[in-house]
Protein backbone atom coordinates (compact mmCIF):
# COMPACT_ATOMS: atom_id res chain seq x y z
CA UNK A 1 0.00 0.00 0.00
CA UNK A 2 2.86 2.52 0.97
CA UNK A 3 5.26 1.45 -1.67
CA UNK A 4 5.08 4.75 -3.63
CA UNK A 5 5.09 6.75 -0.71
CA UNK A 6 8.22 9.02 -1.28
CA UNK A 7 10.83 10.34 1.77
CA UNK A 8 8.39 13.62 2.27
CA UNK A 9 11.73 16.62 2.93
CA UNK A 10 12.14 17.15 7.14
CA UNK A 11 12.20 20.61 8.40
CA UNK A 12 15.70 22.45 7.71
CA UNK A 13 16.48 23.82 11.10
CA UNK A 14 14.96 19.83 12.60
CA UNK A 15 17.52 18.93 10.09
CA UNK A 16 20.20 21.84 11.57
CA UNK A 17 19.69 20.63 15.04
CA UNK A 18 20.40 17.15 14.34
CA UNK A 19 24.05 18.14 12.73
CA UNK A 20 24.24 20.35 15.47
CA UNK A 21 23.93 17.45 18.66
CA UNK A 22 26.13 15.61 16.48
CA UNK A 23 29.10 17.91 16.07
CA UNK A 24 31.53 16.61 18.59
CA UNK A 25 33.38 20.41 18.93
CA UNK A 26 33.83 22.13 22.29
CA UNK A 27 32.45 25.18 22.46
CA UNK A 28 29.31 24.86 19.85
CA UNK A 29 26.79 27.16 19.57
CA UNK A 30 23.02 26.94 18.13
CA UNK A 31 21.78 30.09 16.86
CA UNK A 32 19.54 28.33 14.40
CA UNK A 33 16.75 27.17 17.08
CA UNK A 34 13.00 28.54 17.86
CA UNK A 35 13.68 28.74 21.45
CA UNK A 36 14.30 30.99 24.32
CA UNK A 37 16.61 29.92 26.18
CA UNK A 38 18.38 31.73 29.52
CA UNK A 39 21.95 32.90 30.43
CA UNK A 40 22.39 29.18 31.17
CA UNK A 41 21.82 27.85 27.85
CA UNK A 42 18.66 26.06 29.19
CA UNK A 43 15.27 26.52 28.42
CA UNK A 44 13.55 28.38 31.66
CA UNK A 45 10.86 26.77 33.35
CA UNK A 46 9.26 29.86 34.74
CA UNK A 47 8.99 30.00 38.66
CA UNK A 48 4.95 30.98 38.46
CA UNK A 49 4.47 27.35 36.46
CA UNK A 50 6.33 25.44 38.90
CA UNK A 51 4.37 27.16 41.50
CA UNK A 52 1.03 26.43 39.80
CA UNK A 53 2.23 22.61 39.01
CA UNK A 54 3.61 21.93 42.32
CA UNK A 55 -0.06 22.89 43.72
CA UNK A 56 -1.83 20.82 40.77
CA UNK A 57 0.53 17.69 41.46
CA UNK A 58 -0.56 18.05 45.01
CA UNK A 59 -4.31 18.47 44.03
CA UNK A 60 -4.13 14.88 41.95
CA UNK A 61 -7.07 16.02 40.15
CA UNK A 62 -9.25 13.51 37.96
CA UNK A 63 -8.37 14.21 33.60
CA UNK A 64 -11.78 14.57 32.07
CA UNK A 65 -12.03 16.15 28.86
CA UNK A 66 -12.08 19.99 28.55
CA UNK A 67 -14.54 21.68 26.46
CA UNK A 68 -14.46 21.70 22.87
CA UNK A 69 -12.90 24.91 22.92
CA UNK A 70 -11.09 24.72 26.42
CA UNK A 71 -11.17 25.95 29.08
CA UNK A 72 -13.46 29.81 30.28
CA UNK A 73 -11.25 30.60 32.85
CA UNK A 74 -8.37 30.56 29.73
CA UNK A 75 -10.04 32.05 27.47
CA UNK A 76 -11.36 35.15 29.55
CA UNK A 77 -7.78 35.40 30.30
CA UNK A 78 -6.57 35.32 27.04
CA UNK A 79 -9.10 37.77 25.51
CA UNK A 80 -7.65 40.47 28.57
CA UNK A 81 -4.19 39.79 27.69
CA UNK A 82 -4.82 40.02 23.87
CA UNK A 83 -7.43 42.72 23.67
CA UNK A 84 -6.40 44.77 26.82
CA UNK A 85 -8.53 44.76 30.00
CA UNK A 86 -10.88 47.60 28.77
CA UNK A 87 -11.60 46.95 25.36
CA UNK A 88 -14.69 47.92 24.34
CA UNK A 89 -15.21 44.70 21.72
CA UNK A 90 -14.66 42.58 24.86
CA UNK A 91 -17.32 44.59 26.57
CA UNK A 92 -19.76 44.00 24.21
CA UNK A 93 -19.53 40.32 23.54
CA UNK A 94 -18.00 40.64 19.96
CA UNK A 95 -14.85 38.07 20.55
CA UNK A 96 -15.47 34.04 20.55
CA UNK A 97 -11.86 33.00 22.47
CA UNK A 98 -11.14 28.78 22.22
CA UNK A 99 -8.15 27.63 23.65
CA UNK A 100 -6.17 25.75 21.06
CA UNK A 101 -3.23 23.24 20.23
CA UNK A 102 -0.42 26.07 20.60
CA UNK A 103 -0.59 28.95 18.17
CA UNK A 104 -0.09 26.25 15.60
CA UNK A 105 -3.62 24.95 16.51
CA UNK A 106 -5.37 28.58 16.41
CA UNK A 107 -3.58 29.28 12.85
CA UNK A 108 -4.99 25.71 11.49
CA UNK A 109 -8.40 26.06 13.28
CA UNK A 110 -8.65 29.68 11.63
CA UNK A 111 -7.37 28.61 8.31
CA UNK A 112 -10.25 26.33 8.53
CA UNK A 113 -13.16 28.22 9.30
CA UNK A 114 -12.44 31.14 6.92
CA UNK A 115 -12.04 28.50 3.87
CA UNK A 116 -15.93 27.35 5.12
CA UNK A 117 -16.50 31.19 5.03
CA UNK A 118 -14.74 32.54 2.30
CA UNK A 119 -14.17 29.57 0.01
CA UNK A 120 -12.62 31.31 -2.88
CA UNK A 121 -10.12 33.98 -1.04
CA UNK A 122 -6.63 33.57 -1.24
CA UNK A 123 -4.01 34.54 1.51
CA UNK A 124 -1.41 36.90 1.60
CA UNK A 125 1.92 35.81 3.89
CA UNK A 126 4.98 38.44 4.24
CA UNK A 127 8.06 37.77 1.85
CA UNK A 128 9.68 35.67 4.04
CA UNK A 129 7.34 34.12 6.49
CA UNK A 130 7.54 31.81 9.14
CA UNK A 131 7.03 28.91 6.76
CA UNK A 132 4.48 27.22 8.32
CA UNK A 133 2.51 30.14 7.63
CA UNK A 134 2.37 28.92 3.52
CA UNK A 135 1.98 25.05 4.82
CA UNK A 136 -0.82 25.44 6.94
CA UNK A 137 -2.65 27.78 5.16
CA UNK A 138 -1.78 25.65 1.45
CA UNK A 139 -3.17 22.71 3.87
CA UNK A 140 -6.10 24.32 4.49
CA UNK A 141 -6.99 24.77 0.52
CA UNK A 142 -5.93 28.69 0.31
CA UNK A 143 -3.96 29.96 -2.51
CA UNK A 144 -0.92 31.79 -0.52
CA UNK A 145 0.29 34.90 -2.31
CA UNK A 146 3.15 36.96 -0.64
CA UNK A 147 3.48 40.59 0.16
CA UNK A 148 6.68 42.64 0.06
CA UNK A 149 8.10 43.04 3.72
CA UNK A 150 11.45 42.87 4.09
CA UNK A 151 14.16 45.12 2.86
CA UNK A 152 17.90 43.35 2.30
CA UNK A 153 19.34 46.61 1.25
CA UNK A 154 18.06 48.06 4.71
CA UNK A 155 18.04 45.24 6.52
CA UNK A 156 14.36 46.83 7.66
CA UNK A 157 11.07 47.37 6.51
CA UNK A 158 10.05 47.95 3.04
CA UNK A 159 7.02 49.67 3.87
CA UNK A 160 6.13 51.31 0.56
CA UNK A 161 6.49 48.00 -0.81
CA UNK A 162 4.31 46.17 1.37
CA UNK A 163 1.51 48.92 1.25
CA UNK A 164 1.73 48.37 -2.63
CA UNK A 165 1.12 44.70 -2.22
CA UNK A 166 -1.17 44.84 -0.09
CA UNK A 167 -3.42 47.82 -2.39
CA UNK A 168 -3.19 45.44 -5.24
CA UNK A 169 -4.90 42.49 -3.09
CA UNK A 170 -8.49 41.50 -3.93
CA UNK A 171 -11.05 42.40 -1.72
CA UNK A 172 -12.10 39.51 0.58
CA UNK A 173 -8.15 38.20 0.79
CA UNK A 174 -7.33 37.47 4.03
CA UNK A 175 -3.43 39.41 5.04
CA UNK A 176 -1.71 37.26 7.52
CA UNK A 177 0.32 39.92 10.15
CA UNK A 178 2.89 39.39 12.49
CA UNK A 179 1.78 41.55 15.54
CA UNK A 180 5.68 41.65 16.46
CA UNK A 181 8.56 40.40 16.50
CA UNK A 182 8.69 38.87 13.22
CA UNK A 183 9.82 35.50 12.45
CA UNK A 184 11.98 34.78 10.68
CA UNK A 185 13.53 38.87 10.03
CA UNK A 186 13.08 40.13 13.28
CA UNK A 187 11.68 43.28 11.96
CA UNK A 188 8.18 44.94 13.14
CA UNK A 189 6.20 47.97 12.26
CA UNK A 190 6.06 50.84 14.20
CA UNK A 191 2.28 52.12 15.34
CA UNK A 192 2.19 54.77 12.43
CA UNK A 193 3.33 52.49 10.05
CA UNK A 194 0.65 49.70 11.72
CA UNK A 195 -2.15 52.61 12.20
CA UNK A 196 -1.50 52.84 7.86
CA UNK A 197 -2.14 49.43 7.42
CA UNK A 198 -5.21 49.19 9.41
CA UNK A 199 -6.52 51.74 7.31
CA UNK A 200 -5.44 50.32 4.29
CA UNK A 201 -6.93 47.19 4.87
CA UNK A 202 -10.03 48.62 6.19
CA UNK A 203 -10.22 50.43 2.53
CA UNK A 204 -9.77 47.20 0.62
CA UNK A 205 -11.88 45.18 2.88
CA UNK A 206 -9.51 42.36 3.33
CA UNK A 207 -9.09 40.23 6.12
CA UNK A 208 -6.61 40.41 8.67
CA UNK A 209 -5.91 37.71 10.45
CA UNK A 210 -3.12 38.18 13.40
CA UNK A 211 -0.89 35.89 14.30
CA UNK A 212 0.96 36.95 17.53
CA UNK A 213 3.25 34.28 18.95
CA UNK A 214 5.43 36.30 20.77
CA UNK A 215 3.38 38.89 22.77
CA UNK A 216 5.76 40.60 25.67
CA UNK A 217 9.03 39.71 23.84
CA UNK A 218 10.09 42.92 22.66
CA UNK A 219 8.20 45.90 24.99
CA UNK A 220 5.60 44.59 26.95
CA UNK A 221 2.43 43.04 27.11
CA UNK A 222 0.41 45.95 25.94
CA UNK A 223 2.60 47.48 23.69
CA UNK A 224 3.28 44.50 21.60
CA UNK A 225 -0.31 44.14 21.04
CA UNK A 226 -0.45 47.63 18.80
CA UNK A 227 -1.84 45.80 15.67
CA UNK A 228 -4.51 44.19 17.66
CA UNK A 229 -5.73 47.22 19.57
CA UNK A 230 -5.44 49.37 16.37
CA UNK A 231 -7.72 46.76 14.72
CA UNK A 232 -9.89 46.98 17.33
CA UNK A 233 -10.02 50.60 17.74
CA UNK A 234 -10.51 51.17 13.84
CA UNK A 235 -14.16 49.90 13.56
CA UNK A 236 -13.29 46.96 11.02
CA UNK A 237 -16.46 44.31 11.17
CA UNK A 238 -14.53 41.19 11.76
CA UNK A 239 -10.29 40.35 11.81
CA UNK A 240 -8.54 37.06 13.53
CA UNK A 241 -5.93 36.41 16.17
CA UNK A 242 -4.00 33.60 16.37
CA UNK A 243 -2.16 33.88 19.86
CA UNK A 244 0.82 31.14 21.46
CA UNK A 245 1.90 31.15 24.80
CA UNK A 246 4.32 28.58 23.62
CA UNK A 247 7.16 31.22 24.13
CA UNK A 248 5.63 33.91 26.89
CA UNK A 249 5.19 30.85 29.01
CA UNK A 250 8.25 28.98 28.14
CA UNK A 251 5.79 25.96 27.88
CA UNK A 252 6.86 24.75 24.10
CA UNK A 253 5.43 21.60 24.29
CA UNK A 254 2.52 21.67 26.81
CA UNK A 255 0.59 23.54 23.26
CA UNK A 256 -0.78 26.22 24.60
CA UNK A 257 -2.53 28.74 22.21
CA UNK A 258 -5.86 30.38 21.47
CA UNK A 259 -7.65 31.28 18.43
CA UNK A 260 -10.26 35.03 18.80
CA UNK A 261 -12.66 35.79 16.11
CA UNK A 262 -13.81 39.16 16.35
CA UNK A 263 -17.42 39.52 14.94
CA UNK A 264 -19.52 42.39 14.05
CA UNK A 265 -22.42 42.13 17.20
CA UNK A 266 -22.80 39.16 19.94
CA UNK A 267 -24.57 37.29 18.04
CA UNK A 268 -22.55 36.79 15.05
CA UNK A 269 -19.44 35.76 18.04
CA UNK A 270 -21.83 32.99 19.01
CA UNK A 271 -22.40 31.87 16.02
CA UNK A 272 -18.94 31.94 15.02
CA UNK A 273 -18.04 30.27 18.48
CA UNK A 274 -20.55 27.71 17.34
CA UNK A 275 -18.49 27.06 14.11
CA UNK A 276 -15.56 27.10 15.86
CA UNK A 277 -16.32 24.20 18.13
CA UNK A 278 -17.75 22.23 14.62
CA UNK A 279 -14.58 22.63 13.19
CA UNK A 280 -11.66 21.70 16.47
CA UNK A 281 -14.64 18.95 17.30
CA UNK A 282 -13.61 17.33 13.07
CA UNK A 283 -9.82 17.97 14.03
CA UNK A 284 -8.94 17.03 17.57
CA UNK A 285 -11.61 17.02 19.63
CA UNK A 286 -10.89 19.11 22.20
CA UNK A 287 -7.50 20.62 23.95
CA UNK A 288 -5.14 19.79 26.60
CA UNK A 289 -5.78 19.82 29.81
CA UNK A 290 -2.53 20.57 31.56
CA UNK A 291 -1.12 23.61 29.93
CA UNK A 292 -4.37 24.66 29.96
CA UNK A 293 -4.79 24.82 33.14
CA UNK A 294 -1.14 26.50 34.23
CA UNK A 295 -1.73 29.32 31.52
CA UNK A 296 -5.15 30.33 33.22
CA UNK A 297 -4.06 29.55 37.15
CA UNK A 298 -1.34 32.00 36.52
CA UNK A 299 -3.30 34.60 34.57
CA UNK A 300 -6.10 34.59 37.17
CA UNK A 301 -4.15 35.30 40.46
CA UNK A 302 -2.86 38.39 40.64
CA UNK A 303 0.11 37.47 42.57
CA UNK A 304 0.92 34.58 39.67
CA UNK A 305 0.16 36.94 36.83
CA UNK A 306 2.73 39.52 38.60
CA UNK A 307 5.58 36.55 39.08
CA UNK A 308 4.99 35.72 35.04
CA UNK A 309 5.37 39.26 34.34
CA UNK A 310 8.45 39.64 35.88
CA UNK A 311 10.02 36.41 34.59
CA UNK A 312 8.70 37.79 30.90
CA UNK A 313 10.51 41.00 31.87
CA UNK A 314 13.56 39.32 32.63
CA UNK A 315 13.43 37.20 29.51
CA UNK A 316 12.82 40.45 27.32
CA UNK A 317 15.47 42.29 28.49
CA UNK A 318 17.85 39.65 28.18
CA UNK A 319 17.33 39.32 24.48
CA UNK A 320 17.48 43.13 24.35
CA UNK A 321 21.05 43.25 26.38
CA UNK A 322 22.30 40.22 23.95
CA UNK A 323 20.85 42.56 20.78
CA UNK A 324 23.10 45.46 22.18
CA UNK A 325 26.23 43.23 23.35
CA UNK A 326 26.24 41.89 20.12
CA UNK A 327 26.13 45.28 18.29
CA UNK A 328 28.88 47.14 20.50
CA UNK A 329 31.39 43.47 20.28
CA UNK A 330 30.72 43.66 16.18
CA UNK A 331 31.69 46.85 16.25
CA UNK A 332 34.61 46.71 18.75
CA UNK A 333 35.74 43.56 16.44
CA UNK A 334 35.92 45.77 12.91
CA UNK A 335 32.56 45.04 11.88
CA UNK A 336 30.47 48.06 12.61
CA UNK A 337 27.89 47.55 9.92
CA UNK A 338 25.53 45.51 12.19
CA UNK A 339 23.57 48.02 14.26
CA UNK A 340 20.40 46.84 13.03
CA UNK A 341 20.48 44.06 15.00
CA UNK A 342 19.43 46.32 18.02
CA UNK A 343 16.64 47.67 15.80
CA UNK A 344 14.68 44.26 14.87
CA UNK A 345 13.10 42.77 17.61
CA UNK A 346 12.20 39.69 19.62
CA UNK A 347 14.02 36.07 19.51
CA UNK A 348 15.24 36.81 15.82
CA UNK A 349 17.51 38.50 13.18
CA UNK A 350 17.24 38.04 10.07
CA UNK A 351 21.75 38.70 10.06
CA UNK A 352 22.60 39.65 6.34
CA UNK A 353 24.77 36.73 6.42
CA UNK A 354 24.92 35.06 3.19
CA UNK A 355 24.55 31.12 2.77
CA UNK A 356 28.09 30.66 2.00
CA UNK A 357 29.00 32.93 5.44
CA UNK A 358 26.73 30.64 7.25
CA UNK A 359 28.16 27.31 6.21
CA UNK A 360 31.57 28.91 7.13
CA UNK A 361 30.19 29.43 10.44
CA UNK A 362 29.21 25.76 10.53
CA UNK A 363 32.00 24.62 9.36
CA UNK A 364 35.30 26.85 10.65
CA UNK A 365 33.64 27.74 14.08
CA UNK A 366 30.86 25.33 14.59
CA UNK A 367 28.24 28.12 15.08
CA UNK A 368 25.24 26.35 13.32
CA UNK A 369 22.91 29.86 11.92
CA UNK A 370 20.13 28.95 9.27
CA UNK A 371 21.15 29.23 5.50
CA UNK A 372 18.67 32.40 4.85
CA UNK A 373 21.20 34.16 7.85
CA UNK A 374 17.93 34.13 10.19
CA UNK A 375 19.94 33.47 13.92
CA UNK A 376 18.08 33.28 16.81
CA UNK A 377 19.03 35.93 19.65
CA UNK A 378 17.78 34.41 22.48
CA UNK A 379 20.15 31.53 22.37
CA UNK A 380 23.20 34.24 23.06
CA UNK A 381 24.32 34.63 26.84
CA UNK A 382 27.24 36.19 28.31
CA UNK A 383 29.75 32.59 28.10
CA UNK A 384 29.07 32.45 24.17
CA UNK A 385 28.89 35.61 23.11
CA UNK A 386 32.63 36.49 22.16
CA UNK A 387 32.89 33.20 20.46
CA UNK A 388 29.73 34.22 18.17
CA UNK A 389 30.81 37.71 17.72
CA UNK A 390 34.37 37.10 16.80
CA UNK A 391 33.41 34.17 14.59
CA UNK A 392 30.84 36.46 12.82
CA UNK A 393 33.17 39.21 12.05
CA UNK A 394 35.45 36.93 10.96
CA UNK A 395 33.48 35.49 7.82
CA UNK A 396 32.47 39.25 7.46
CA UNK A 397 35.60 40.10 6.62
N1 LIG B 1 3.57 31.82 14.62
C1 LIG B 1 4.85 32.15 14.58
C2 LIG B 1 5.25 33.37 13.84
C3 LIG B 1 5.80 31.36 15.23
O1 LIG B 1 7.08 31.70 15.17
C4 LIG B 1 5.37 30.21 15.93
C5 LIG B 1 6.32 29.33 16.68
N2 LIG B 1 7.53 29.10 16.10
C6 LIG B 1 4.01 29.91 15.92
C7 LIG B 1 3.13 30.73 15.27
C8 LIG B 1 3.44 28.66 16.56
O2 LIG B 1 3.58 28.56 17.89
P1 LIG B 1 3.22 27.23 18.67
O3 LIG B 1 4.52 26.59 18.96
O4 LIG B 1 2.51 27.73 19.87
O5 LIG B 1 2.37 26.37 17.82
Given at each position: LFASVEMTPGDPILGLTEAFVA?????KVNLGVGIYYDEQGRIPLLRAVQQVEQKLAQEAKPRGYIPIDGLPAYNLATQKLVFGEDSPLLAAGRVATSQTIGGSGALRIGADLLKKVLPNAKIAISS???ENHRVVFASAGFEVVDYAYYDAATHGLDFPGMLADLGKLEPGTVVLLH????????VDLNAEQWQQVVELVKERNLMPFIDM???????GIDTDATAVRLFAASGIDAFVVANSYSKSFSL???RVGALSIVGRTRDEALRVQSLVKRTIRSNYSSPATHGGLLVSTVLGSAELKAMWEQELGEMRERIHAMRAGMVEKLAAAG??????IQEQAG????????KAQVDRLREEYAIYAIGTG????????RANLDTVVNAVAAVSR
Open positions: DTRPGPSWACCHNPTGAYQGFDEYGEAPHFGFMFSYSGLSRICVAALN
